[in-house]
């Protein structure tokens, strides 16, 4: 199974900049597809960003589409989020998520999907 770790959350000011990295460890992450979800205080897990198996294919939440970016680097078993123009809404724990998906197009997008969780970085922008 992969584990996944989380980090370079932290506290900004609004219209900063962050970005996340989730390093994985006991299996390549060549083969699965990857996503960002978060979770702010009373509220539900939500989407983020998702990613396929090769990078090919990308998808946003609206609230983050042209403001956030995600990535990755299966060479160095790497995923990233490449967070601009923060804001206060975006306040939340940011977690890293994998499912099996090699071949396919498709990414994690609900929680149900996922396979494995990381165990979280918080990001706290203020206003």
């Known amino acids: 199974q992969v584990q996944l770790v989380e980090s370079g959350g932290g506290l900004v000011q609004a219209g900063d900049s962050l970005r996340l990295s989730c390093s994985a460890s006991?299996?390549?992450?060549?083969?699965?597809?990857m996503g960002w979800f978060r979770q702010a205080p009373g509220k539900e897990r939500e989407f983020v960003a998702g990613?396929?198996?090769?990078?090919?294919?990308?998808n946003y939440a609206d609230s983050v589409k042209g403001r956030f970016t995600i990535s990755r680097d299966n060479a160095k078993n790497m995923v990233y989020l490449q967070m601009n123009s923060l804001k206060p809404e975006d306040t939340a724990v940011y977690y890293c998520?994998?499912?099996?998906?090699?071949?396919?197009?498709?990414?994690?997008?609900?929680?149900?999907?996922?396979?494995?969780w990381g165990q979280g970085t918080q990001v706290t922008v203020s206003s």
């Open positions: 998520a994998a499912r099996y998906g090699y071949g396919s197009t498709s990414y994690p997008q609900y929680p149900q999907d996922v396979a494995r």
């Open positions: 006991g299996r390549t992450i060549s083969t699965y597809a």
């Open positions: 990613i396929n198996w090769s990078g090919s294919t990308t």
